[in-house]
């Protein structure tokens, strides 16, 4: 019998793993395949973007056991398993000049620690997949920055026996990907099918944002990685409303019906970043060339 495949996704906050290969996920989950979602902070320092919680008091009295139950509800709907990697939220800074991050945030917890703390989850879990963000965190949050850093480095780590002995015995994943849905051309593509449809998009910003960009201001990842998984959309949705703090049920994420969303772009897709078996791009499958 051949061994059960596993997949670690790891993300900054929760909530990430729902906007951010949660259909993927889903499916590979309804295939048989283990699902560990790592959230390396709890997401305590995160605004309220949902306007009918703004004055909800359960939820200013504590804002981090509040997103806790949230987590647990989207690990539910989703089937996966799930990993608090303890640190706490770093916040976005905003201002110019930026003002300090806070003291003890995830963003300025030494390295030796946060690989130490990931290394242990790697060794216990054995992945044979990992996926994470790029080194631009997807968005300058220093959490997401930083769970790049801690991903890529406890990654190698984990598979050599000297680093860390007291985390395990050592385990070398065999693929590590970063995630690449929010490209221009998905974005560009629903928007002008909305267009052509006679609605309104709710991408009209975004589009102009882009248009006025520099040439080669931003650098978007080689998509090498489609997974099909439109018939989890409706999933990753309900995963992603059960963060209700940090989602409009309104707001442009549930902009595109789901059905033109499965006629125009039915994947979810990534960039192979590290590969230690053979493999051809463009693959379908973040599992390509591990199973038999």
């Not at 909800?56 to 608090?84: C, F, K, S, T």
């Not at 992945?127 to 801690?150: K, L």
């Not at 015995?169 to 099918?193: C, G, N, P, Q, V």
């Not at 609605?199 to 997974?227: D, N, Y």
């Amino acid at each position: 019998m051949s061994e059960t495949l596993r997949l670690m996704a790891v993300h900054a906050h929760p909530d990430d793993e729902s906007s951010k290969g949660a259909a993927s996920m889903a499916k590979y989950v309804a295939e048989g395949v283990e699902v560990l979602v790592v959230s390396c902070t709890g997401g305590e320092r995160g605004d309220v973007l949902n306007p009918r919680l703004k004055e909800n008091a359960q939820l200013l009295r504590d804002m981090g056991e509040y997103r806790r139950h949230e987590m647990a509800e989207a690990a539910r709907i989703l089937g996966v398993q799930h990993r608090w990697l303890g640190y706490v939220d770093s916040g976005l800074p905003e201002g110019d000049p930026l003002p300090p991050l806070p003291k003890g945030c995830f963003a300025l917890t030494p390295e030796e620690f946060t690989v130490d703390a990931l290394v242990h989850v790697v060794r216990e879990f054995r992945p044979h997949v990992m996926t994470t963000y790029d080194e631009s965190g997807g968005y300058p949050h220093p959490d997401h920055i930083m769970t790049h850093t801690v991903s890529l480095a406890a990654f190698h780590a984990a598979a050599d026996a000297t680093r860390f002995p007291h985390a395990g015995e050592a385990w070398k994943t065999s693929k590590l990907y970063y995630h690449a849905s929010f490209s221009r051309d998905r974005m560009r593509t629903f928007h002008e099918a909305l267009l052509a449809q006679g609605e309104e998009s709710p991408f009209a910003e975004w589009m102009q944002r882009i248009a006025e960009e520099e040439p080669g201001a931003r650098k978007e990842l080689e998509i090498t990685t489609r997974v099909e998984c439109g018939e989890f959309f409706e999933t990753r949705d309900r995963a992603l409303l059960a963060h209700a703090t940090q989602i409009d049920p309104d707001g442009w994420f549930f902009g595109v019906p789901l059905d033109l969303q499965r006629e125009l772009w039915p994947t979810e897709d990534f960039h192979l970043a590290i590969s230690h078996v053979p493999t051809t791009t463009p693959e379908d499958d973040l599992f390509a060339g591990l199973r038999p």
